[in-house]
């Protein structure tokens, strides 16, 4: 039901903003009419606005409603206010927000209460839950265009993933996360609004967005008013599970998840395979595949929750036996007939939604729209602002001209390019869209475009190795406003093109925040620099130093600019190392000790003493312990690190290591104890293995349990495993039970599985194997297929793999695949290759791998030049690795170099390594402190526009 007050609140202050504005547009003599705002707000966002409903939203009429877009409705306010000649700055924008959502109709629970989401049952519109438009049809007739009138989105086509997907939504009886993984345009969210529809449709539906995606979510989950038999709509989940609030995101998922008030809750969220592989990349450390490696003392929030997610891939293209099925059936959709004959290689997502016809108009654009289209596919891909203004896309496109085109082109030329790449065809936007500035742009009237995502995508792969001409670093240089000309200075370091980042830094520097003070600093270490390294790093103190960074970086986001917000997030922790160091801002002016630790001890121990005693820096202090420490002169150590620890460096674990060498038992407890009370995970574990030692296994396990539920999930096995050793097999199984039921730890599904094979109970061992399998957790179908192989029903192994076949279960043929290769069965993985090269560009490079494996080096090449061809820098580093096993030096440099320009920093450090090795070693010192040209050559020495 709607808030009336707050609704009345709204449309009050909205009609009296459009009073002003039109007050001062009649004042200069100028149209104020309501369809003069709705067209200019669908110039600026692509998406055309009524202005009947914009009349809506002011109130009048009998069809009254508070907006439910809030994109337009902002973009409709920003109009207004720039009319009115008023401000809309940051907290303009959140008071229109906060009034917005006060505003928004709440269906009630039958208790009276509000509950969040919306009748499934009552959801027709499939656009408002961002599933993408399909183009109209080629057949349409424009003499009888209302015969013709086709549905926004086309006649659905199941394949064989949606049988998994509804299966995975089908009934639920306990909450769970569910993950369907895939690339742009590939039909997730469709996929899902059906499932949904088909599956649920007695549920409710929440998508949060309002204020932001990630505030709204935690707004949610924190109220009373998420109930039972809800969806979480999380469509492109990397706005929630990315960004400054993404742990405390995760963390309350997984909160709500195993909430028994809120059973079943299901939450339903996309992603990218870069990006799932990048938010899981940091749970992927298991004990029992590396017997050195150690967990990390903190697994991340978003990989722990994902790592219980019920995955569901999706296949970028519908099987060549389906397509044929299609054209002999003759789809009723015009758009569906069209796209099963004219789609290439069954990519028939792709081309309804408009992908292809993009591409295509890219393909034979002009040469200005192309110079446009390219300038704007390598802004994106290396500064990562979708923005784009006017000034800064003209100037870095007339770069990429060639000299015979611009004596053939009008002053005009970059206009009429824009204009023709604004154009819709087939009542879908064109390559380029109108857009709102980002709010860290001068001037409310600037015009700015975005690419579209299709072609983002295309230029990240197209142009993956693609280094733009020095003109178009140097025009970037002029026009670029922070934070894009930092993210273009990272582009330009990462690649060794040093000249450049320095120009792109000094431009950044002249915003006077923190955040542009790394910039230089980071340059500085790059190229060894150290005092001018840690005057960089005395300036960001004084800028206010981290606190003044995560200050800058919030605005960002409450400002709307999560991804931007983001991407700052990363960039910082990579500066810094990790959090720890990020929080006390030392690493910049320690960053010369880290190296000369490796070269030169003494002199290392000198500088952390001299740093101590200028700074004061407690950092320095510990550094200096360790050192002392791996000399063994443990006494000077332990007074260091006991100094260290008064001051604030949270340093008890190596405190406690270093008791217990010395022998002093109970003061390396006291230090294990509070390094667990300061959350630890690894010193919990060291203090339950010395309770374990000490013969105390209750109290062991109190302190295992504790940390696995603190997200530390290997440890259910290891209590589990001093089960077995004690002699008690079920109890042992009766741990990881509750691992699954009360932490809702999925992966113990797999360690059940393993505990039950091992007692010999291989049916039951099975099913918890076929279990995870079901849930997508990597390895349930391969040690099923290991466990059926082994006690000989070899011919039920085949079939589960054929089924995992049928389903496109690329995640568990990925696992077999692995177990042949393990058994050097390579003929059976290669046949899983060639299945799983369709999904994935990583099998390609296994297929090489099988190759050269086989002594066949020359197959292992080609298959790696044609991945490399493909845009696949994966496949660039295994080259580099080969050419340096064969000793073809040249070879290795030129992969070397390729990765480099791919913006593989440790590349850089790999190239002077070989120029010393090769005996260039002028060449390498040269390249060490000038960096590379545009062409890749040793750069000419520059002027160093950076000096603190």
Not at 462 to 469: D, E, G, N, T
């Amino acid at each position: 039901m709607p808030n009336t007050p707050a609704l009345g609140r709204l449309q009050s202050q909205l009609r009296e903003l459009q009073t002003r504005a039109s007050a001062r547009k009649a004042a200069a003599g100028r149209q104020h009419s309501l369809r003069a705002a709705a067209d200019e707000v669908g110039k600026a966002r692509g998406v055309p606005l009524a202005s009947q409903r914009v009349s809506e939203w002011l109130g009048r009429g009998p069809r009254s409603s508070a907006p439910r877009d809030a994109d337009l409705f902002l973009a409709l306010v920003e109009v207004w206010t720039v009319w009115a000649g008023e401000v809309f700055d940051r907290e303009s924008r959140l008071a229109w927000l906060r009034l917005l959502e006060d505003a928004q109709d709440r269906p009630t629970t039958d208790a009276g209460g509000k509950r969040l989401g919306r009748a499934v049952a009552k959801l027709s519109n499939a656009l408002d839950y961002e599933v993408l438009p399909a183009i109209s049809s080629l057949a349409r007739d424009p003499e009888h265009a209302e015969r013709t009138v086709l549905p926004p989105t086309p006649a659905y086509i199941l394949r064989a993933v949606d049988g998994v997907l509804r299966a995975a939504l089908s009934n639920p009886q306990r909450s769970k996360i569910v993950c369907v993984v895939g690339a742009p345009a590939s039909g997730k969210t469709r996929a899902c609004w059906e499932a949904v529809h088909q599956e649920l449709s007695a549920w409710h539906l929440w998508h949060p967005l309002v204020p932001s995606p990630a505030r709204g979510l935690l707004d949610g989950l924190r109220s009373e008013r998420l109930t039972r038999a809800t969806v979480l709509w999380l469509n492109e989940a990397v706005d929630y599970l990315t960004g400054p609030k993404a742990e405390e995101v995760a963390a309350a998922l997984r909160e709500a998840l195993r909430a028994p008030a809120l059973q079943p809750l299901i939450v339903l969220c996309t992603l990218r395979p870069d990006t799932y592989k990048a938010l899981t990349s940091a749970s992927s450390a298991n004990p029992g595949q590396d017997a050195d490696a150690r967990p990390p003392s903190h697994v991340p929030q978003v990989a722990q929750l994902l790592s219980t997610a019920q995955m569901v891939f999706m296949p970028d293209s519908f099987p060549e036996e389906q397509i044929q099925q299609l054209r002999l059936l003759a789809p009723e959709d015009q758009r569906v007939a069209e796209a099963v004959f004219l789609a290439p290689e069954g990519r028939l997502t792709q081309y309804l939604t408009g992908t292809q016809a993009l591409l295509d108009r890219y393909i034979t654009a002009s040469a200005p729209e192309r110079a446009v289209l390219e300038s704007a596919m390598d802004l994106c891909r290396l500064g990562m602002v979708p923005a784009l203004p006017a000034l800064l896309l003209r100037e870095t496109a007339d770069t990429l001209l060639r000299q015979e085109d611009r004596l053939i082109l009008d002053g005009d030329w970059f206009e009429r390019a824009v204009t023709e790449l604004l154009l819709p065809r087939r009542g879908l936007p064109g390559p380029l869209h109108r857009s709102l500035p980002a709010r860290f742009e001068q001037g409310s009237d600037l015009d700015c475009y975005a690419l579209a995502e299709s072609l983002q995508r295309h230029g990240e792969t197209s142009r993956v190795f693609h280094v733009p001409p020095a003109a178009w670093w140097e025009a970037a240089a002029r026009t670029a406003e922070m934070p894009r000309s930092l993210l273009l200075g990272d582009a330009a370091q990462v690649r060794g093109r040093f000249c450049h980042a320095s120009q792109l830094y000094g431009r950044a520097a002249d915003s006077g925040t923190a955040l542009a003070l790394l910039g230089p600093a980071s340059l500085a270490e790059a190229r060894k620099e150290w005092q001018d390294a840690q005057q960089h790093a005395a300036a960001f103190r004084a800028a206010g130093g981290a606190e003044a960074l995560e200050r800058e970086i919030l605005a960002y986001e409450e400002d709307g600019q999560i991804f931007i917000a983001q991407v700052l997030q990363d960039r910082t922790e990579g500066f810094f190392g990790d959090s720890d160091a990020l929080s006390n801002g030392i690493a910049a002016h320690l960053v010369q000790g880290f190296h000369l630790e490796a070269t030169d001890g003494p002199a290392a121990k000198g500088f952390y003493r001299r740093q101590y005693e200028q700074t004061r820096e407690p950092m320095a202090l510990y550094q200096l312990a360790l050192l002392h420490q791996a000399d063994d002169d443990l006494a000077t150590a332990k007074e260091l690190l006991l100094k260290a620890a008064q001051e604030g460096v949270p340093c008890y674990s190596d405190l406690a290591d270093l008791f217990e060498t010395v022998g002093d038992e109970q003061m390396a407890v006291r230090y294990r104890n509070a390094a667990a009370a300061d959350g630890d995970l690894i010193a919990i574990e060291d203090l339950a293995d010395l309770y374990h030692r000490a013969g105390s296994p209750d109290w062991a396990e109190e302190c295992l349990l504790e940390a696995a539920r603190l997200g530390a999930w290997w440890l259910w096995l290891l209590a589990a495993e001093w089960r077995m050793e004690a002699g008690e097999p079920d109890e042992a199984e009766r741990l990881l039970e509750r691992a699954v039921e009360e932490d809702s730890h999925l992966l113990g599904y797999m360690d059940l599985g393993d505990i039950r094979e091992r007692r010999g109970r291989f049916d039951s061992a099975l099913t918890s194997y076929r279990t995870a399998q079901q849930l997508g957790l990597e390895g349930g179908l391969a040690r099923q297929v290991s466990l059926l192989e082994k006690i000989g029903r070899s011919q039920e192994a085949t079939r589960i793999v054929d089924e995992a076949r049928t389903q496109n279960d690329l995640k568990g043929l990925d696992g077999v695949m692995r177990h042949y290769l393990q058994n050097d069965r390579l003929d059976e993985a290669e046949t899983l290759c060639l299945t799983l090269e369709r999904y994935t560009p990583e099998a390609a490079v296994v297929r090489a791998d099988i190759a050269w494996r086989r002594g066949d080096s020359k197959t292992a090449l080609v298959l790696l030049t044609q991945s490399a061809k493909a845009g696949d820098v994966g496949a660039v580093e295994r080259l580099m690795w080969y050419y340096g096993e064969l000793d073809e030096w040249v070879q290795f440099e030129a992969a070397c170099r390729q990765l480099l320009d791919a913006g593989a920093g440790d590349a850089l450090r790999e190239l002077e390594d070989l120029l010393r090795d090769r005996g260039r070693g002028r060449e390498a010192e040269a390249t060490r402190r000038w960096g590379l040209d545009a062409q890749g050559r040793v750069a000419a020495p520059w002027g160093d526009t950076l000096r603190p």
